[in-house]
């Protein structure tokens, strides 16, 4: 299937590589959450992916996976905690591509989850090195990188997450998707988008992709992880790194495009860091399980939906609609 960047955009057909991992948009639906002025919506981006197994980071190996192999790179090395989702998605998808995923590992709070995270990236042959902290995984990085090359050929070097400007540029194909879901009467237009904030990626790929199509819907951005810097200015600038990998490639975007100014970040829900428990991250869980179709997890996807139940109580947005994006793939 053509993506939508590319339909748009049909200039980057031949310059932006695209690898498809899933079929249509991915749905939506109305949400009733209790309390509150807002018409609450469900974008279920949980599901995105093959085999069962996907969630956001496989958006954006779908530019990232055919970017790396268009350059010839035999290798991906990037970051995560020890339950990273996105490492696993990019080991399980990169695996399937004829590359190899190495892992620097950083700590978080050891649970069943993050122990059977582990042992499936061991069992799908990612390369794992316990780095535990941040500054020792910088200190490691140059040995990691030097271990890694093929040939002459380096590794292709990730952030964490996978946000890089082409990496966000999956969340700029799902605006787009948000945007023609609009058109075709299957959601109204959103007054907000709330969603979890980890690396930044996501948002920023939203911020952009909502600006292309014309929808004034806000991103409101909340902040999951207090291990890297996640405000409007940092998110807003990857979101202008990847207006700017598309103009590269050859794509004319308007001159008055404006990012990120529909770019909301929060950090009010994080609670006492990154993986850390929070009271209201878990009535939330404890609504999820009462609702169908409504999947959450503690670290991310909890502290977003408990945000947005809090801000929409106070009237923050207004009547709406509101559309939460859940982001949670390991079901």
Known sequence: MTPLLHQRFPELADTLPHLSLHAGPTP???????????????K???????????????RKLEWLLPDALRQG??????VGA???????AAAL?????????????????????????????????????FTRTKARTVLRAPLILAR?????????????????PVGALGYVEAALEIAEQVRTGALPEPGYLVTAVGSGGTAAG??????LAGLSTRVVGVVVNDTLRLDERTVGRLAQRAADVLRKRGAT????????GNLDIVTDWLGPGYGQSTPDAVAALKLSAEMEGLVLEPVYTAKAMAALLDMNAHGHFGAGPVLFLDTYGPR
């Open 44 to 58: 279920d981006d949980g599901v995105f992916g093959q085999g069962g197994w996907g969630g956001n980071k496989v």
């Open 93 to 129: 998808y990169g695996r399937e591509h004829g590359l190899k995923t190495v892992l620097a590992l950083v700590d978080q709070p050891e649970d069943d989850h993050v122990r059977e995270q582990l042992k499936r990236l061991r069992d799908c042959g990612a390369e794992l090195h």
């Open 28 to 42: 939506v639906r109305p949400l009733s959450l209790g309390a509150g002025d807002a018409t609450l919506w469900l």
């Open 253 to 260: 975007l308007p001159d008055n495009l404006s990012v990120p």
């Open 82 to 88: 020890l339950g990273t989702n996105w490492g696993l």
């Open 73 to 78: 790179r035999r290798t991906l090395v990037t």
């Open 148 to 164: 890694n090359f093929s040939g002459t050929r380096p590794p292709y070097v990730l952030p964490a997450g996978g946000s890089s």
């Open 206 to 211: 939203l911020s952009l992709g909502l600006r």
